[in-house]
């Protein structure tokens, strides 16, 4: 799954366990910056020099980001996928193993596949 830089960041702040306001901190912009850095309407030129951005995510950072892309909701994303909340929850914070074959299959019920 090739990720936009966008979701690089968004993946990275995650992983570092910050806000916005924190992650606008460590990268040196105000926070309304940052957020629009996340969105991708503004150019990181000057901002990410030194952040180490993540190139390849875990399989419920993927479902995490895929649920992003769509803006499904958690409860909306559950309902098309007939599982729990707690279950989803647990998937993207990969406390649930996912195989392969299912990743591939929430992906599919979403619209992607997993090379997208």
């Known amino acids: 799954m090739e990720l936009t830089l966008p979701e690089r960041l968004w993946l990275w702040r995650r992983r570092q366990g910050l806000s916005q306001r924190k992650a606008a901190l460590v990268v040196g912009c105000g926070v309304s ?59 993207e914070k990969d406390e649930e193993v996912l195989s392969q074959e299912d990743l591939r299959a929430i992906a599919y019920t979403m619209g992607f596949t997993i090379d997208q």
């Open 33 to 91: 910056t940052y957020q629009r850095l996340e969105r991708g309407e503004t150019r990181p030129d000057k901002w990410l020099g030194d952040i180490p951005l993540p190139d390849a995510p875990s399989p419920g950072e993927i479902v995490r980001l895929l649920r992003r892309r769509t803006g499904w909701s958690l409860y909306t994303t559950c309902s098309k996928l007939d599982i729990r909340e707690g279950i989803l929850y647990a998937i």
